[in-house]
């Protein structure tokens, strides 16, 4: 790797600087040309590095200009930096927080942590612990999904968070999936009055009713959103153009947090004219 600045100094003053912040079994200084650029290798050549920078020798040590953050991977990269520098061997972040259930806490639970949009590299996996608690360790600045699986009756959890120079914390709260009565997956509707049932949860107070356009293959956005349902029914007056629908609900306690969702379900409305 290497590194060059625009105003050149002596050897000195850059040896100076470097050996004295860094690890000596991290860093060993290989050359310094004529032009100003200083080589070296690491016994960690893959992985993160932080350029620091002062106006003066003894000032205080700044990282607030581009490339302050530099991944190895093991090809030369030139950055260029101010009058007095220095390089850290840099460990990356942490991802962490506690993974919750409306009745307490998730125990041994699968958490997943992996570049958001995909990218192909490789994610991260841990298992929450005796308390919920779960951390990712040593993470690289980035764009994740922080993510857990469904099962046992609740759904899965995915929250995007950004690591942008610190750690992150961030607890995931599942919810209760909801199960529906009628009508039934890909059913066809062919009438305008509809009544749509779920089956309750302990504790929900509240249901909001809503219809979206499209199907699995295309959701759109919801159109029609019917909020603080006192039952698990709906009864609606449809009038819509023929075509794929889907419907839900999510479920709310007294205080107005959400306790349990639904997933889409998919229906055709046609009507014969």
Request: hydrophobic letters at 35%.
């Amino acid at each position: 790797m290497k590194i060059s600045k625009n105003i050149i100094l002596s050897l000195a003053i850059c040896l100076s600087l470097l050996t004295s912040i860094c690890h000596s079994e991290d860093l060993v200084i290989t050359s310094f040309d004529e032009n100003g650029v200083l080589e070296w290798s690491s016994n960690y050549s893959n992985g993160f590095y932080q350029v620091q920078w002062a106006s003066t020798l003894d000032g205080e040590w700044y990282t607030d200009f581009p490339y302050n953050n530099i991944e190895n991977t093991n090809e030369v990269m030139s950055v260029q930096v101010p009058r007095f520098y220095r390089v850290v061997w840099k460990e990356g972040f942490t991802v962490s927080g506690t993974v919750y259930y409306s009745t307490g806490i998730l125990e041994q639970e699968p958490i997943r942590l992996r570049i958001w949009p995909d990218d192909g590299s490789p994610e991260h996996n841990v298992l929450s612990d005796s308390q919920g608690r779960f951390t990712f360790e040593n993470i690289k600045n980035g764009r994740y999904l922080l993510s857990t699986t469904s099962h046992d009756g609740f759904n899965g959890i995915g929250y995007i968070v950004n690591v942008e120079n610190s750690d992150v914390s961030r607890d995931l709260r599942a919810k209760k999936r909801v199960y529906y009565i009628s009508p039934i997956r890909d059913a066809v509707i062919t009438t305008n009055v509809v009544t749509f049932s779920w089956e309750t949860v302990d504790e929900a107070s509240s249901h909001t009713f809503w219809l979206r356009t499209g199907n699995d293959d295309n959701y759109g956005s919801k159109f029609m959103t019917v909020p603080d349902l006192g039952t698990n029914s709906y009864q609606a007056n449809l009038s819509l153009t023929n075509g794929l629908y889907s419907w839900g609900v999510d479920l709310y306690d007294a205080e107005g947090n959400a306790v349990a969702f639904g997933n889409d379900f998919d229906f055709v409305y046609s009507i014969e004219d």
